[in-house]
């Protein structure tokens, strides 16, 4: 049997190699690696073809939403927030046209950070647009730190990774309102949402942490599972 075909999404930024510096596709290798170690085949999706968001539906098995820059906030109706980095219009547009047709399609979908947050807003949801302000804490932004989320047990999620798990997920923006068939499958001591899930769908889940890194390979596992079935 072949393996399943998993797009990811990219960067689009300048890079350097050599004396050149040239636009380039940019994708962190552990995205890559976690696909191949979950039995997948990784293959990278340049965020510039809004035409081509079809043939990558009708021929990928699953998607990876990769984390990245924050959603502009115009997208769910808040106003521009001075602490974030500048939107990247180009990228939202193409992640928020894939969501949409990976979702009406139904394929497999795993949305990590920035990408849980594409596929809320995909939905018609909102965002925080600066959490710190919210909970008036700093634990969800600081580098490095862990905190264990509670995940629902019924959740495709908590079947995958049971019901409670210590992440390091630094994040200055989070769910807000959910979108229409979103549900919110784990949460932090504070309430706020660390994962969702879209009902209906074979395999649509983001969270706020990063499945990719580390040892624990069991959130990529059920996406190709899913993908592969």
Do not use: C
């Not at 596709?25 to 965020?47: D, F, I, M, T, W």
């Not at 594409?118 to 965002?127: D, E, I």
């Not at 390091?168 to 994962?195: F, N, Y």
């Not at 074979?202 to 706020?208: I, N, P």
């Amino acid at each position: 049997m072949s393996r399943p075909l998993i797009g990811i999404t990219a960067y689009l930024e300048a890079a350097r190699w050599g004396t050149w510096v040239r636009e380039a596709v940019l994708s962190p290798p552990s995205y890559a690696r976690a696909v191949e170690k979950a039995g997948g085949l990784p293959v990278v999706l340049p965020p510039l073809n809004l035409g081509g968001i079809g043939d990558y539906v009708r021929d990928l098995s699953g998607v990876i939403l990769a984390g990245g820059g924050e959603l502009d906030p115009a997208l769910y109706g808040a106003a521009r927030e001075d602490r974030v980095e500048e939107p990247q219009s180009h990228r939202d547009r193409f992640e928020l046209a894939l969501a949409r047709a990976a979702v009406q399609a139904d394929l497999p979908l795993l949305a990590v950070g920035r990408g849980m947050h594409v596929l809320n807003v995909a939905q018609g949801g909102s965002l925080i647009p600066w959490l710190p302000e919210v909970v008036d804490h700093d634990r969800h932004a600081g580098a490095g730190r862990t905190h264990v989320i509670q995940i629902s047990v019924s959740s495709k999620l908590g079947k995958a990774l049971g019901d409670r798990i210590e992440v390091t997920a630094p994040h200055h923006q989070a769910v807000k309102r959910l979108g229409a068939g979103v549900l919110a499958v784990a949460w932090a001591d504070d309430q706020i949402v660390e994962a969702i899930e879209l009902q209906g769908q074979r395999f649509a889940v983001g969270v706020q942490w990063h499945p990719e890194r580390g040892e624990d390979n069991r959130l990529v596992e059920a996406l190709v599972e899913a993908a592969t079935g």
